[in-house]
């Protein structure tokens, strides 16, 4: 059987997360503090419309 999809996204935002750290941003993809992120205000975020879909 394949992976549910929560263990998907799960995955999928840790790997997003250590990106963004890895790029001196705050790890911040689909947490409640990503509602008050700059990047994606300003339109820097390469996740910001999943992020705000999902967080």
Same mark, same amino acid.
């Given at each position: 059987?394949?992976?549910?999809?929560?263990?998907?996204?799960?995955?999928? *935002?840790?790997?997003?997360? =250590?990106?963004?750290? /890895?790029?001196?941003? &705050?790890? @911040?993809? *689909?947490?409640?503090?990503? =509602?008050?992120?700059? /990047?994606?205000?300003? &339109?820097? @975020?390469?996740?910001?419309?999943?992020?705000?879909?999902?967080?």
């Amino acid at each position: 059987m394949g992976k549910n999809t929560s263990q998907t996204f799960s995955v999928q *935002a840790q790997l997003i997360r =250590e990106l963004q750290a /890895q790029e001196g941003h &705050e790890p @911040c993809y *689909a947490t409640p503090v990503a =509602e008050h992120c700059s /990047q994606k205000a300003l &339109e820097k @975020c390469c996740w910001r419309y999943d992020c705000y879909h999902e967080g």
